[in-house]
């Protein structure tokens, strides 16, 4: 159904977007912090804190070792900063980081589980929004409603009250 597609492209996009002054993706954080919000309804804390620990420490280390990779591939990109002991003090934090991923893996074993899988989630959530912004067509959307629904986006209309064609 064309109306599902547009929904779900409408929805992505607007996660996406940015104040204008802030650069800030408010839609996004007002999401995260709602999601935060509900799953501390059901229980306990440390749970959660494990939950988010896991995923938190082990970004924290993929990120630092995305550093290291692109300095080291990209050595010609100039550095808006740099970073002091380089490279040892980037694999101390590589390191740090993935012994307390592990360590919280080893002590909340179902929680750590349950993040990594969240996390996963998201892989193929990201390869449809990839393929469906550039198959546009595929999905049943023409032009003109591509457009309509970058124009809902840009404006910040609601789009919720719209009929789909099937």
Known sequence: CIGDSTV???FMDALGKV???TQAPVAALILQA???TLLLIPGNFNKL???FGFASWTFYGVTILALLKLRRSRPEIPRAY???GY???P???IMVSFALALNALLESPVECTLAALFILLGVPAYFFSKWSRRNYSV???GDEERAGVEMHIRDGDDMAGETAVA
Do not use: E, Q
Request: charged content about 5%; aromatic content about 8%; hydrophobic content about 55%.
């Open 82 to 84: 740099g970073v002091h």
């Open 34 to 36: 709602s999601w935060g």
């Open 49 to 51: 804190v494990s939950f």
């Open 87 to 89: 490279p040892v003090t």
């Open 91 to 93: 694999i101390i934090v």
């Open 19 to 21: 104040h204008p002054k």
């Open 139 to 141: 999905l049943g959307i």
């Open 8 to 10: 779900i492209i409408a």
